[in-house]
């Protein structure tokens, strides 16, 4: 299995990396200072936006894109390499318009989106004009199983009208967020298929009854465009703002998530890797006890583990990738379970490794790692916990097991 990157994709991520450094490194305490001060830092993003696009550094995510869709269209296998060069600063994703949630809502949009729903959403969205967010967590239900999702979409006539609250509704504080995918109940029978119940309709944010009611924090982070709970009140919304076929929202979730979780994964090793770097020059500059850290054993054992642990990742990242370019995002969906468990734990294991070499300095805003470790506790539930995706590979083991059972008896040496 050969994961060579080609010459043209290196070329883009030389370019890439290049463009990082000179033009939005420079940005980054801007950035960071104006979020802060509770105001999203469109000033810093928009000029960068327009920057990338003239570089061709724009929807790298979507192998789909059309000739007349602005972008260009990699393979999951090539888009990968960049989503990690990405994550390496947190908010860089947006200025090549390859961002989450967006990034699966585009993604949904392409696949299932009506002719007017193109022209409306999807075409503004690949611009880069507008944001959307995506409502399916629930605050008073277990939403790890999306089939317990309890929001109403209940058809009146030529309208459906949505009802319930949600939240962890990521980018629903952005300033240019203009449209949710909310999923809920469109079929409330007792009796009715589980998998069959639910739908996703498009809900513009300011349609009367929607309420963003606040920006969660997390681990008291507080994201500038916001992981927003939203409530739903008796929100009427057109019957042509149906996403796809009525009971088909739980399918639509699952088609979302398989890229989305390629490119997570990469942004987070992306965020080990800058935590290696950082871990390296400060074990080599810090002196303890009379010696540098980075003579001690216990020092060395960390980043000796830690680089072994961040190309075991990316390698079975990129597997994951390449499945899904040959035999399609279904074919991949252990793989992509795998990589979403492995990626969330090995960047729980970094971080802290990297700030326990920084100390207390560590723990602070002076360097990126406090904010990177809460992200990578987060990432342990966002797109499914790692107890899910632990579930859905043992399934899987044990029912291979069930398929060729008793033929490991020939290795038992008794009887």
């Known amino acids: 299995m050969d994961f060579e990157y080609s010459p043209e994709n290196l070329e883009m991520q030389r370019t890439l990396r290049r463009f990082l450094d000179e033009e939005v490194l420079p940005r980054n305490r801007d950035w960071y200072r104006i979020a802060d001060e509770g105001r999203y830092p469109t000033e810093v993003v928009e000029p960068l936006k327009a920057r990338a696009r003239e570089l061709g550094l724009w929807n790298l995510f979507l192998p789909g894109l059309k ?67 995506f409502s399916m967590t629930e ?30 509704s990521t980018g629903a504080a952005h300033p240019n967020c203009k449209v949710a995918v ?62 796809g076929e009525e009971g088909s ?17 990469m942004r987070t090793i992306g965020q080990c890797e800058l935590a290696i770097e950082m871990m390296c020059e400060r074990a080599l500059e810090r002196r303890a006890f009379g010696r540098h ?4 054993a216990n020092i060395q054992d960390w980043i000796a583990h830690s680089r072994v642990e961040v190309d075991q990742a990316r390698l079975l990242v990129l597997r994951a990738a390449a499945k899904m370019d040959r035999a399609g995002n279904q074919a991949a969906r252990i793989d992509v379970s795998a990589i979403k468990l492995v990626a969330a734990q090995l960047h729980q294991r970094v971080l802290d490794r990297a700030i326990q070499v920084f100390g207390a300095m560590g723990l602070t805003p002076d360097t990126p790692l406090a904010q990177m470790f809460s992200w990578g506790r987060a990432m342990r539930f966002f797109d499914g916990p790692d107890e899910v995706h632990c579930r859905v590979i043992a399934r899987d083991e044990l029912g291979k097991a069930k398929a060729r059972r008793g033929s490991t008896a020939a290795y038992y040496l008794i009887g």
């Open 67 to 133: 000739a007349d869709e602005p972008g260009t269209a990699l393979s999951n296998l090539d888009y990968a390499p960049l989503a990690e060069l990405m994550g390496r600063i947190g908010w860089a994703s947006e200025v090549f318009n390859c961002n989450a949630p967006d990034t699966g809502n585009m993604e949904l949009l392409h696949l299932f989106a009506t002719p007017e729903q193109h022209e409306r959403w999807l075409k503004p969205l690949l611009a880069g004009e507008i944001r959307s967010c």
């Open 139 to 168: 605050p008073d239900v277990a939403s790890s199983d999306a089939t317990n999702i309890e929001t109403t979409i209940r058809r009146d006539g030529d309208h459906y009208v949505v009802n319930g609250r949600k939240w962890f």
């Open 182 to 243: 909310v999923m809920g109940v469109t079929d409330e029978r007792p009796d009715a298929d589980r998998h069959r119940r639910h739908s996703m309709i498009l809900v513009p944010l300011d349609t009367p009854g929607v309420q963003v009611v606040r920006n969660v924090a997390v681990l008291s982070h507080v994201a500038p465009d916001g992981h927003c709970e939203i409530v739903y009140r008796d929100v009427r919304v057109p019957v042509a703002n149906l996403l």
């Open 249 to 265: 929202g739980f399918a639509l979730a699952q088609a979302r998530l398989g890229p989305g979780r390629v490119h997570h994964c």
């Open 293 to 296: 850290l980075a003579d001690f």
